[in-house]
């Protein structure tokens, strides 16, 4: 059989393992013996000779240490090692998290009578060791080894040890963590002063990475004017000339950190004047007629008769107003479009809504706050110039109805195959001006349409008697006397998984020959999978003869199985059972 002695040992850089028999340092049989990258020592076809006491001795950083004693004890009972015995494991695979082009390494070994043979599955599909394009391979009698692992390694491995006798899997999970990259970096921008600019930044990583923008070093705090959009884009409002600077994205996640920098110029309207001059030139003056002074050909117009008129808000509303106005009386030229700026009382940031139609005299300013004045006016573009603004105009949104927040800290786990804890905390401060009452918290199958929903005046609730290894969509909505306010960010969890408690449907078998006979059947149904479906086990035995018979395990993607090697005109008696992770159904 197979012996395994453990020494899990952590350090960065890795620690020295050797090992220790008898108070000597052990001397490897390299066609029998090996120490897994974990400093695990696995002994292979244990003989007599294996017997003693074993340590392992783990040194760096100029120290060392020994572990306890371990005793080897072999038996050497022929009889019982006759005697038919099920797979039982030695070693399992651990759940793991790697970065991306590191190696891994899932141990697994196991004794039965025969000997059993290891197999790995991953997502119950069996992993082919001779494809050459694999990065896996096989140490000792069963650990598999991935080297440069990638982001498609993640998934569930199963460990599967199987003999005439019975088979049993060990499953563990492999996490890939990804360091960012980015997908789209800022790049430099000039804009003009009162616009709104956005500075992109993609990100991608696994897990996702938590991403920051700074301005000339310094940490931007979100606000009404400073806001992140689209994902991970910083987005300006009402640009001002101190806006100019160096913006920088910052990305870590626990793999790596990136940053990226650009820089944006804030230009005034006296800047892009100059630069439309540089490309429309002015027209020569017009010469004056015979008899004619230059006094009596020019007309003056009066600034404020180039200003449009009659400035008022059509529509006012919580968080927008519709502006209308009347053309300036004395034009100068052909009107093009029209500006409105506006900004909030006592703010020196102002922000502008350009209109594409020289006829529009009205334009819906959105976004703003509620309960708020701002100031307003407006211009008009006449010969690629903005003429006089209109006198400012004060506009107080209307106020709205207090609801609470989104809660925050939205988490969902869940506690077994059927039931899922959800816990969240109250809304922010700054958004809560009456007392909260309630929370509802809503969930429904993913790619359902129903939704149900449980009341409750705690910050937590058990959802219970749900569907097994079934994905939830949860979310949560505060209440007070005005009502129910805005709901959470969804989060999605999914129930445990379950041993299958459905058989496999539509078994058939067909002789193939004198000692041959074909099973196919299809997968339970369902509702009844209760989790991946990791394989099926083929138990079989001569009618009227005790004993378990023999058993074969297929991969889970497996619809049918030859049985070989059956004795001419007998009959015979097959069961069929599904696998998953958590078991045999």
């Known amino acids: ?65 020994l572990s306890d004693r371990a005793i080897l004890q072999v038996d050497q009972d022929l009889e019982s090692a006759a005697s038919l015995m099920a797979p039982t494991f030695i070693a399992k695979p651990r759940s ?7 190696t891994v390494t899932l141990e697994c070994a196991a004794n039965g009578t025969p000997n059993p043979w290891l197999v790995w599955l991953k997502d119950g599909v069996p992993i082919d060791l001779a494809d050459l394009d694999t990065n896996c391979i096989l140490l000792g009698t069963g650990s598999l080894q991935m080297r440069d692992v990638e982001e498609d390694d993640a998934g569930n491995y199963q460990c599967r040890a199987e003999n005439r006798e019975d088979s049993v899997d060990a499953t563990a999970t492999l996490q890939v963590h990804v360091a960012p990259r980015f997908l789209k970096r800022p790049r430099n921008k000039i804009a003009k002063e009162k616009e709104d600019v956005e500075l ?26 400073l806001q992140v959009v689209n994902g991970n884009n910083l987005r300006i409002l009402g640009l001002m000339a101190q806006d100019t600077g160096i913006f920088q994205c910052v990305a870590s996640n626990p793999a790596g950190n990136i ?25 020569k003056r017009p010469s004056i007629p015979p008899g004619l002074s230059a006094l009596e050909g ?58 594409s139609r020289s006829r529009l005299e009205e334009v819906n300013i959105q976004g703003l706050q509620p309960d708020r004045t701002y100031v307003v006016r407006v211009g008009a573009y006449m010969n690629h110039s903005l003429g006089a603004t209109s006198m400012p105009v004060l506009v107080r949104t209307k106020a709205e109805v207090h609801v609470p927040g989104p809660p925050r800290h939205v988490m969902a786990r ?16 700054d958004t809560i001006t009456t007392p909260v009452h309630g929370y ?16 409750t005046t705690e910050l937590g609730y058990t959802l219970e008697n749900l569907n097994k290894f079934q994905e939830y969509n949860v979310w949560v909505v505060a209440h007070n006397e005005n009502g129910a306010g805005m709901a959470s960010e969804e989060i999605t969890v999914r129930t445990f998984s379950d041993v299958p408690s459905k058989a496999p449907e539509n078994i058939t078998l067909e002789a193939a020959s004198s000692s041959m006979v074909y099973v196919r059947w299809e997968p339970p149904p369902k509702d009844g999978q209760n989790g991946v479906i990791t394989g099926y086990k083929v138990r079989y035995r001569k009618k009227d003869l005790r004993g378990r018979g023999d058993t074969h395990t297929t991969a889970g993607n497996q ?26 159904g």
């Open 1 to 65: 059989q197979t012996a395994l002695f453990s020494c899990l040992v952590e350090g960065n850089p890795p620690p020295l393992v050797t090992w220790i028999k008898d108070g000597r340092p052990l001397v490897l049989d390299e066609t029998r013996m090996i120490i897994l990258p974990s400093g695990s020592l696995e002994i292979e076809s244990v003989q007599v000779s294996d017997r003693g006491n074993y340590r392992c001795n783990v040194s760096g950083h100029g120290q060392h240490r």
């Open 96 to 102: 793991t998290v790697a970065t991306e082009g590191s």
């Open 200 to 225: 992109e930044c993609s990100v991608y990583a696994r897990p996702d990475a938590k991403v920051s923008w700074l301005k000339n070093g310094d940490h931007i705090k979100q606000n009404e004017y």
């Open 259 to 283: 940053q990226a920098a650009a820089h944006l110029t804030v230009v005034s309207s006296e800047y892009e004047m100059q630069m439309n001059l540089s490309k429309n030139p002015p027209m």
């Open 298 to 355: 020019e007309v003056e117009v009066p600034q404020q008769e180039t200003a449009p008129r009659d400035v008022e808000a059509a529509i006012v509303g919580a968080r927008f107003v519709t502006m209308r106005w009347r053309p300036p009386p004395q034009p100068q030229g052909n009107i093009s479009s029209y500006s409105v700026f506006y900004r909030e009382e006592g703010s020196f940031r102002e922000r502008i809504v350009n209109t």
């Open 414 to 429: 869940p506690l077994s195959p059927t039931a899922i804890r959800v816990n969240w905390q109250p809304p922010a401060p």
């Open 440 to 455: 509802s918290l809503y969930y429904l199958e993913a790619e359902a349409s129903e939704e149900f929903h449980r009341n």
């Open 559 to 584: 619809r049918a199985f030859l049985i070989q090697n059956l004795e001419k005109k007998s009959m015979y008696q097959v069961r069929l059972f599904a696998v998953n992770v958590n078991g045999t």
